[in-house]
């Protein structure tokens, strides 16, 4: 079930400018808010709209500053307001860096993933062998799966992957353990 496993929130920032984004602020909203001293946060993006994943947001960008950001989808879906909403492509600048929106629907029906160099940000799109739950209402598995296949296992195979539960990965370790492949290769 959602929200059994402790959400994994993030905060990425530019060493020479100190900009920064919070990434899945789900709870516990004093405690990233300490991480985020000494920085000028940017971005308070959600990868998509589930509690877990969203809840602390404003209360973090309220203390923190930045503008919140999330899919329109899952701002309609859950409810949920953002000051801007993402689309495949967009671009979230702060200090030297451009992150890069790609959008992974399927776990939920915005569900993005965010991307700046070598560092991938999956939600719970993908995890470390796996992928996010699919027993929730609002799940469209084949859509998750191929979102997972077609665009986040096509990055390069030294990608870094940062989950919204669990350890982190790559995308080359991802290519020979996930579930998704394995379901793939049963169906083909």
């Known amino acids: 079930m959602e929200g059994t496993q402790p959400t994994n929130c993030y905060v990425v920032g530019c060493a020479r400018t100190k900009e ?6 789900g709870a516990d909203a004093a405690k990233i808010v300490q991480q985020c001293q000494g920085l000028s946060v ?14 602390a947001k404003d209360e973090v960008a309220a203390a923190v500053g ?3 950001a ?24 702060f200090g030297d860096f451009a992150m890069e929106v790609i959008s992974t629907p ?31 209402p609002d799940i469209d598995l084949p859509r ?8 986040l296992l096509a990055l390069p195979e030294n990608t870094a992957v940062y989950p919204g539960h669990g350890p982190t990965t790559t995308v080359g370790q991802e290519r020979r353990q996930n579930v998704a492949v394995e379901m793939l290769r049963r169906a083909g």
Not at 20 to 25: E, K, N
Not at 70 to 93: F, I, P
Not at 111 to 133: E, K, Q, W, Y
């Open 66 to 68: 930045g503008v919140t």
């Open 106 to 136: 399927g776990h939920s029906p915005g569900s993005i993933c965010l991307r700046v160099g070598n560092h991938l940000f999956t939600g719970d799109t993908m995890r470390a062998g796996d992928i996010g739950p699919t027993d929730l």
């Open 20 to 25: 920064a984004v919070v990434i899945d602020p």
């Open 144 to 151: 998750q799966l191929m979102a997972v296949l077609s665009k």
């Open 70 to 93: 999330m899919s329109l989808l899952d701002a309609k879906q859950y409810l949920r307001s953002a000051q801007r909403y993402l689309g495949d492509g967009d671009q979230l600048e």
């Open 42 to 55: 940017k971005h308070v993006v959600c990868t998509h709209g589930h509690r877990n994943h969203a809840g």
